[in-house]
């Protein structure tokens, strides 16, 4: 391996114009491809396997039409105080608006509140139901704003109205907070580079395979049914994992000039090196992402491949387009330990130039090791108790899925969500569809009144429409209307008492009775997450764990890699829970509603984190076994991993976590919550885990943290991560001098 990148590191830096050529060829055509494709529908949500899927499958077939994906529009009135909306005044602005609405190009249809029932008991509130035809991300601006101008005219009238449902969805926004990401990101790398030309390498790389990476997802969006998210999730990771990748290249880069060579051997060296690391991490990474597809869950999957690819693609221009663009540096990048001139290079030179030989302090890496190295069992157990600490709210997780009501309170949306609460219980908002099929039964008709009635003794049941069947007249729906809230555990209970009641039903007539909708949808994918939680943790962290193996050639450092990552994972999720499920610095963070965790979080969570802990173990554990087969003892070999990783990889987390942070600004709620927990996760992985666990566990374990069978080593490849061959290649003195551990 080594050696294959060796030489793909020197005719890079060669052969730089073609490489160079070749990157901006494809950053052209990815843009090209995102220009003229065509506009992204709504993203279809499908859940294989659940029940609430099975219910919107038969809708389709039996219903045909019926279930078509237009956006909808809940436009809610409110009287003004001693006032109802049967008023003369109220009702005659409210029906001038219903005819407004239906004047729309897109409407498909407008329900009249006063001859469709949707006025409350106390007459203070009423709604109109509004259906386009396309969906809500395919609306016309014109069609939005009429929607809007209709619902001030009625405000210019005395009520009070507000607009729920779909049809005024927009694209999220990130805000200015990314952009001061990246601006953190460039200031950490010209302090850890002192150089503006090698700093902005990594940045420049990273920019162009987030452009490659997103600007296909783009032009493949409406082909694949790719959502919004997917596009934001996969510039999130590209720009983190790309910027750490070409910073370990151009670090390794700087730190062979420093021995003298020259620069093509260098980058050669650099790539070969650090090169085989980067391999190896964002193998980990693309193992976790892409193994999202074990849960089942179509969107989760496309965003997880989306992500893997700009890793991929992070991969190969770490290995390609960095050294030639230090071919075009040239002198511009200067040695480990050399600052340019702009940023007091020469200042620095004369400096070193007086001290006497042997009086160089020793850098922060080799302190903190040291440190480590001396009290291993104090460090070791600190960094156990602070983590099980910052991991004790994730006991009390609770899963659900956005809706209105998760929206913040400026939102018309959520006002919206409120005002139908209020003037119709708040189980209004998440009503239940309960699809009878009665194709095998002899009196559809009888099934259908028999439902309706078993479903009305049940607890916590506000109302149940009667049933409307198909023209076939063998399959109904019936609406039931909860007395909770979507989603409180009451409601949950309900939905699994109306499916055993439907088992009665079966049992009797034959007929099959399925709970859909949104809320029942929501339980169902809440119950598939966690049901696929523990295989996917044995899928991806099995995997990990025996490519670690490969790469280490030892049996405890994996074992140690792994269970470091679950205590900063576990501990991510008590921040995550803290911030938006209790509120905790909810206001600094911009969460302006909390409430249950997003279903997808932990699984997602869990896969990303892992992919890149690992990069960080990889990158600095490499240098430390690099400095065991060497020769040095394992504690020397602790010390010198940290003297020449400690500095770079703690960049790398820096820069991460920065750019992780800066999409804590999303309007989006699911974006802002996976920014924040990244961010969290990475800064305790890095900085709890790997900086000081690792170290105390290897201090602690000595040379048995290297231990491998012989039966084992003698069946894994050598894949020479240590860049041993090249070692050998060019000094044939050096193999006498390495360890075989």
Avoid: C
Wanted: proline fraction near 5%; charge should be negative.
């Amino acid at each position: 391996m080594a050696t294959f990148l060796y030489k793909l590191g020197r005719l890079a830096f060669r052969r730089r114009h073609v490489v160079a050529l070749i990157w901006v060829a494809l950053l052209a055509l990815a843009g090209v491809g995102a220009a003229s494709a065509p506009p992204a529908g709504s993203t279809s949500f499908s859940i294989p396997g659940t029940e609430a899927q099975k219910a919107f499958d038969l809708l389709e077939e039996r219903f045909p039409g019926a279930s078509a994906d237009g956006a909808t529009a809940r436009v809610v009135f409110k009287a003004p105080d001693g006032e109802t909306m049967t008023d003369a005044g109220n009702k005659a602005a409210v029906q001038k608006t219903v005819r407004e609405l239906s004047d729309g190009s897109e409407v498909a249809s407008v329900t009249d509140p006063y001859t469709a029932h949707a006025v409350s008991k106390d007459g203070t509130i009423a709604y109109t139901q509004v259906k386009y035809d396309v969906s809500g991300m395919e609306l016309e601006e014109s069609t939005k704003d009429a929607l809007q101008d209709a619902a001030q005219q009625a405000r210019d009238a005395g009520l009070t109205v507000e607009i729920g449902g779909d049809a005024l969805s927009a694209m999220p926004e990130t805000g200015a907070t990314e952009i001061i990401g990246i601006a953190i990101a460039a200031v950490v790398l010209v302090v850890t580079f002192g150089s503006l030309v090698a700093a902005g390498l990594p940045l420049l790389t990273a920019l162009i395979g987030v452009g490659i990476g997103v600007s296909s997802i783009t032009a493949l969006a409406n082909v694949l049914d790719l959502g919004s998210t997917t596009s934001t999730l996969a510039m999130m990771i590209g720009l983190a994992v790309g910027i750490d990748y070409a910073l370990f290249i151009v670090s390794r880069y700087r730190a062979e000039l420093a021995e003298g060579r020259e620069r093509e051997e260098a980058a050669g060296r650099a790539v070969g090196t650090a090169g085989s690391a980067v391999v190896f991490a964002g193998l980990t990474v693309v193992i976790a992402l892409v193994g999202l597809a074990v849960v089942n869950i179509p969107m989760l999957t496309k965003m997880g491949v989306a992500a893997a690819g700009t890793v991929v693609i992070a991969v190969l221009i770490a290995l390609t387009l960095i050294p030639a663009l230090l071919g075009y540096a040239g002198r511009k990048v200067k040695p480990a330990g050399e600052k340019s001139r702009l940023l007091g290079g020469g200042r620095a030179a004369k400096k070193a130039a007086g001290e006497p030989a042997g009086t160089a302090r020793p850098n922060m890496g080799t302190r903190w090791a040291n440190f480590v190295v001396r009290r291993p069992v104090a460090v070791l157990l600190l960094g156990v108790v602070g983590l099980g600490a910052a991991a004790v709210p994730a006991a009390s997780l609770e899963l659900g899925l956005p809706d209105d009501g998760s929206q913040p309170t400026s939102t018309t949306q959520r006002r919206a969500y409120d005002l139908l609460s209020e003037g119709f219980g708040p189980g209004f908002n998440g009503p239940l569809m309960v699809v009878v099929d009665a194709q095998a039964s002899d009196a559809p008709k009888a099934v259908f009144t028999d439902v309706v009635e078993e479903i009305k003794g049940l607890k916590d049941v506000a109302a149940v429409t009667p049933p409307a069947p198909n023209q076939a007249g063998d399959t109904a729906t019936i609406t039931v209307v909860p007395q909770s809230k979507p989603s409180s555990v009451t409601t949950e209970d309900l939905v699994h008492s109306i499916r055993d009641a439907g088992a009665g039903v079966k049992a009797d007539t034959g007929a099959t009775v399925l709970v859909t909708g949104s809320t029942a949808m929501n339980i169902d994918v809440s119950q598939k997450l966690n049901d696929a939680l523990l295989p996917y943790l044995v899928l991806v962290v099995g995997l990990a764990f025996l490519l670690l193996i490969v790469v280490f050639r030892s049996v405890l450092v994996p074992l140690k890699a792994a269970l470091g990552f679950l205590l900063s994972v576990l501990a991510a999720l008590g921040a995550v829970v803290a911030v938006f499920q209790w509120g905790w610095l909810a206001d600094l963070m911009g969460v302006e509603q909390t409430g249950p965790v997003m279903s997808m979080m932990p699984i997602f969570m869990v896969g990303v984190v892992f992919g890149l802990a690992m990069d960080y173990e990889v990158f600095l554990v490499t240098r430390m076994r690099e400095a065991h087969v060497h020769g040095e003892t394992p504690s020397q070999a602790v010390v010198t991993g940290f003297r020449h990783g400690a500095r770079v990889v703690t960049a790398a987390a820096v820069i991460m976590i920065a750019v992780f942070a800066g999409f804590i600004g999303s309007s989006e709620s699911m974006v802002k919550m996976i920014g924040f927990g990244l961010a969290i996760a990475v800064f305790f992985d890095a900085f709890v885990v790997r900086m000081a666990l690792v170290p105390a566990v290897l201090a602690l374990l000595g040379r048995r943290a290297w231990w491998l069978p012989k039966w084992l080593d003698r069946a894994l490849p050598n894949v020479d991560v240590e860049g041993e061959g090249l070692r050998t290649q060019t000094d044939p003195d050096a193999d006498r001098e390495a360890v075989r551990v």
